[in-house]
């Protein structure tokens, strides 16, 4: 639905020129919720707008349903950008309009005329919950019914791609989650292509399917978002996720010296992640069964669900002689769960007390 | 002796809004697209041409830079030969426009730029074509802007109005001048101020109100 072939964008700065895109490449299909994340500064931001060209590329293709968007004239453009829909963080309405003006204004544009414009904007209007708000001026509402008028307004030319730019961002988390939740329905609904641009990693997990992750004007890392969440390789990747998903060991032995080998006192330490149905297996139960001598202790966990799909972290300490710590690592080995030596570290001794 | 001013006040009160009244409209008529262009050239607006841009922006800053006096009096061929004569009501309202004009156009400019950069993106992610980005955005968006500003164009052109007694164009400023002070009539004088203060907080209070009736922010 939309391909970007080596997207570069430089901009003239009074500091020189400022690389913003440095030759991105991206596929994104019909009907995908497809996520791009970044900091701030990192050209996600530049990247969505080429993609219905408010910022020309410096060089590269966009390729939006079958049609060179770089190749349009003006006119064209303007004709091909009716069926790309966009939401922004800002919202963006017309503050002298009504609700209901701000949801018929793309079709005024078109010439549309208001009866048809009437059979257009009430379904919408439902479809968004703001029935009872059609009168009302964007001042009068929340953040949230400030989105949803957004929303309804990008719905109103029937897009086939709807382009969410940091479109929660300015709101609360249970804001976030209810507009995250009607992007979804509409995504679901309408089989529309959405294109959602944050730095929030609990959108891209709440709502995407794909997730590409930018960094310096280049994609650093992309796939599904569950591959992405449960093995991200590049620090940016790990860095966004850790948000969530904490990295950090347990209290009681965070700050004390990791080593890899034995030390008196200490516990190995391993994280585990559990994926899909694994994720609920007596692992743990079969392992301390099976290999003697093995002492468990059970230091974090957390079970989370990314797209329906059961998601799991422990950090487990293990205790005993070597023979035994090493069967249960072959153990663990053999099994369907993902391991990861942290390494030997002493329980810090106030924790103990 | 109130008898004997008040005809006079109300002629010179109706010659003055004669002048206001005509020089708002033709200097709106131009001044508000003047504003336009000098907002949708500037760099970075969806017009961006910097050469009608600065060369536009020149043109309002040399004119805006003449004392109203001197531009009224150095006009007056162009004067004579647009109304046919250099003295007179409606003669002073040439100048009036002219002065006018780039004070609006600067004044709508100031409006139109608090408009957010946002709307006009969102605007033309929809397919808008620049001049409906500004009938159906920038205009309206700024709307409350543009009438109190407007407003103030008003008050400065009862007050440059009031000069026109020069070249023969009559209103409450001329009467002030020959009967209040070449006369040594102080009533009259008074009479005049009182009619221009009620005059002016009366436009203040039309502009304030219509403004905020029109401001949903």
Known sequence: MIKLIGIEKTYDSPSGKVHALKGIDLNIARGEIYGIIGLSGAGKSTLVRCINMLERP???????????????????????????????????????????????????????????????????????????????????????????????????????????????????????????????????????????????????????????????GVIAERGSVLDVFTNPRHDITKEFISVLLSNELPAAFRGNEISQDRTPGSLLLLRLIFLGERADDPVLAKMIRTCKGVECTMLFGNLDEIHGVPFGRFIIGLSGDDSAINSALNFLGGQDVRVEVIGYVRRNSAAVE | MFAEILPLLSKALGETIYMVVVSMVIASAIGVPLGVLLHTTAKGQILENVVINQTVGSVVNAVRSIPFIILMVAIIPLTRFLVGSAIGTTAAIVPLVIASIPFIGRQV???????????????????????????????????????????????????????????????????????????????????????????VQLVQFVGNTLAKRLDKR
């Open chain 1, 58 to 216: 410096t060089a590269g293709k966009v390729i939006v349903d079958g049609q060179d968007m770089t190749t349009l004239t003006e006119s064209q453009l303007r004709e091909a950008r009716k069926s790309i829909g966009m939401i922004f963080q800002h919202f963006n309405l017309l503050s002298s309009a009504t609700v209901y003006d701000n949801i018929a204004f793309p079709l005024k544009l078109y010439g549309m005329n208001a009866n048809d414009i009437g059979k257009k904007v009430r379904p919408l209007l439902e479809l968004v919950g703001l029935s009872d708000k059609a009168q009302q001026y964007p001042s009068q509402l929340s953040g949230g019914q400030k989105q949803r008028v957004g929303i309804a307004r990008a719905l109103a030319s029937d897009p086939k791609i709807l382009l969410c730019d940091e479109a929660t961002s300015a709101l609360d988390p249970q804001t976030t989650k209810s507009i995250l939740d009607l992007i979804k329905v509409i995504n679901q609904n309408l089989s529309l292509t959405v294109v959602v641009i944050t730095h929030e990693m609990q959108v891209i997990k709440q709502l995407c399917d794909k997730v590409a992750v930018i960094s310096e």
């Open chain 2, 109 to 199: 400019e100031t409006s139109l730029k608090e408009v957010p950069a946002g709307l006009v993106e969102a605007a033309q992610s929809m397919g808008a074509t620049p001049f409906q980005i500004i009938s159906r955005v920038l205009l309206p968006e700024a709307m409350p802007g543009i009438v109190s500003q407007l407003t103030t164009v008003i008050i400065a052109l009862v007050g440059e109005s009031a000069m026109a007694g020069a070249i023969g164009g009559g209103g409450l400023g001329d009467l002030a001048i020959r009967y209040g002070y070449q006369r040594f009539r102080p009533e009259v004088m008074l009479a005049t101020v009182v009619v221009l203060i009620v005059l």
